[in-house]
């Protein structure tokens, strides 16, 4: 089973990569799960066509008994959707509504009972702190994946996602798989997302081109593999699959070396053009 942890700054299209990854590996005959682990509960929207109910609000709701097709939902391809929830806005700490919505699963013996092969967790990177670093520091993921495009802020947010990994990276928890150019065609973008994966020890694994597609087939509550899966950009995903399982298998493997951060005496804002 490989168990990957997708992280990237929020807004930045990780929701859409995850899902139209789930779809992919599920049209190539996996088992797959995708665990939203962001407030917003919408990384399973294009999955299943609406918002599920949340593992928190079905804890509030049902306490002790809740059962594991009260959280567990089936999307397209099979995906298993499930979305961790969090507390009400301005109230409690989100990153602790992912840590009770993981206990909650392993108490539910949910991974030994579906026995997926993929598990995909689609983590807002905007801040690392304990509770959205709980997919990596509680051993929950083997992999872990950035999502950036060469938007200053978004690459800001990638290095700091990199400078946990590499943290935890060393307790031996997970390793670094690489980098998802998610283009948003801004100027000089191939070369600052290449400058990302070199600082960092990364490589990238795909780049995903910038597409109307994509927007058309949210707007059906779909993924572009199921809504345009003849499109150019659903080929893209497909390869992503691919190319994200070589990976994986490479960092088992023990093929990938630890990840040195090259981040200059500037520190992590040198490393990113206009920052400083």
Do not use: W
């Not at 899902?19 to 996996?30: E, I, K, Q, T, V």
């Not at 298993?80 to 013996?109: D, N, R």
């Not at 690392?128 to 802020?153: K, L």
């Amino acid at each position: 089973m490989y168990k990957i942890a997708i992280y990237g700054k929020g807004g930045i299209g990780k929701s859409t990569t995850t899902s139209n990854l789930a779809a992919a590996f599920a049209g190539m005959g996996y088992r797959v799960m995708q665990v939203g682990c962001d407030p917003k509960a919408d990384s399973t929207m294009n999955l299943v066509g609406r918002r599920i109910p949340t593992v928190l609000e079905q804890i509030r709701e049902k306490g002790t008994g809740v059962a594991l097709e009260d959280v567990v939902f089936r999307g397209f391809g099979g995906v298993l959707c499930v979305e961790s929830g969090g507390p009400t806005p301005g109230v409690g700490c989100a990153g602790l509504g992912i840590i009770s919505a993981f206990k909650k699963l392993e108490e539910l013996h949910a991974f030994d009972i579906y026995q997926p092969d993929l598990v995909l967790y689609d983590v807002l990177g905007d801040v690392v702190c304990g509770g959205f670093a709980m997919p990596i520091r509680g051993g929950y993921a083997d992999h872990v994946i950035i999502v950036t495009s060469g938007e200053a802020m978004a690459l800001f947010a990638a290095r700091n996602i990199a400078l946990a990994v590499e943290g935890f990276g060393k307790r031996g928890y997970a390793n670094y798989a690489g980098i998802i150019q998610n283009c948003r065609n801004v100027k000089d973008e191939d070369a600052l997302v290449a400058r990302l994966a070199e600082d960092t020890g990364g490589e990238i694994i795909a780049k995903i081109s910038r597409s109307g597609a994509v927007q058309m087939a949210e707007d059906l509550s779909q993924t572009v593999i199921q809504a345009f899966p003849e499109s150019e950009i659903a080929g893209e995903y497909r390869r992503l699959a691919g190319a994200v399982l070589g990976c994986c298998a490479a960092g088992l493997r023990g093929e990938v070396a630890p990840m040195p951060l090259h981040f200059g005496k500037g520190g992590l804002a040198h490393a990113i053009p206009g920052t400083v």
